[in-house]
T-cell receptor, first 113, second 112 residues
Framework: EAQVTQNPRYLITVTGKKLTVTCSQN?????MSWYRQDPGLGLRQIYY???????DKGDVPEGYKVSRKEKRNFPLILESPSPNQTSLYFC????????????FGPGTRLTVL | QKEVEQNSGPLSVPEGAIASLNCTYS??????FFWYRQYSGKSPELIMF????GDKEDGRFTAQLNKASQYVSLLIRDSQPSDSATYLC????????????FGTGTRLLVSP
């Protein structure tokens, strides 16, 4: 089944404790992206990657890191999480370009205490 | 700042009625437009996409695009309670690459 998977789905952590949210896709997509979704603010892009070893900042990159060492994986790293990073996070992938849809993972609900 | 604007709603319609969801965008050069449906706590899923001015129909859904007015809409005919969800308008604002900018979504409530 073609899909985007994320782990963990739910995470409660404390301020400053490094964490990684994994994202993997099996559709051979070149493009991958991370979003956060907050009430009233919609989906905002954190980072994106156009291909292996090619990443760039989205609209809200502060406090996050990413890497793209393999085509299928695009982990999101929070080196020192803070309460304002409490959010619902989505990973998405596509074939890139202007006309292809993005497929979303199931989401990761993160709470930082 | 490139923006996509949607009325947050909720938009309430009775079962069987037509629901009309609207979206405006700021980047005149945008070429592709997507409507996603998102149920509470779930991930967005694509309903329709449109690239050309005019209407595009798919079953009960019709997307309408007017690039001159920077306006895109989604009509849902014969609305069903299962259509109750938040509808996200997404506009690709990248030039030759993918840069989706999402609206905050319109919540649709279809009452039986």
């Amino acid at each position: 089944e073609a899909q985007v998977t994320q782990n963990p789905r739910y995470l409660i952590t404390v301020t400053g404790k490094k964490l990684t949210v994994t994202c993997s896709q099996n559709m051979n997509h070149e493009y991958m992206s991370w979003y956060r979704q907050d009430p009233g603010l919609g989906l905002r892009q954190i980072y994106y990657s156009m291909n292996v070893e090619v990443t760039d900042k989205g609209d809200v990159p502060e406090g996050y890191k990413v890497s793209r060492k393999e085509k299928r994986n695009f982990p999101l790293i929070l080196e020192s999480p803070s309460p304002n990073q409490t959010s619902l996070y989505f990973c998405a992938s596509s074939f890139g370009g202007s006309y292809n849809e993005q497929f979303f993972g199931p989401g990761t609900r993160l709470t930082v205490l | 700042q490139k923006e996509v604007e949607q009325n947050s709603g909720p938009l309430s319609v009775p079962e069987g009625a037509i629901a009309s969801l609207n979206c405006t965008y700021s980047d005149r050069g945008s070429q592709s437009f997507f409507w996603y449906r998102q149920y509470s706590g779930k991930s967005p899923e694509l309903i329709m996409f449109i690239y050309s001015n005019g209407d595009k129909e798919d079953g009960r859904f019709t997307a309408q695009l007017n690039k001159a007015s920077q306006y895109v809409s989604l009509l849902i005919r014969d609305s069903q309670p299962s259509d109750s969800a938040t509808y996200l308008c997404a506009v690709n604002m990248g030039t030759g690459f993918q840069k989706l900018v999402f609206g905050t979504g319109t919540r649709l409530l279809v009452s039986p």
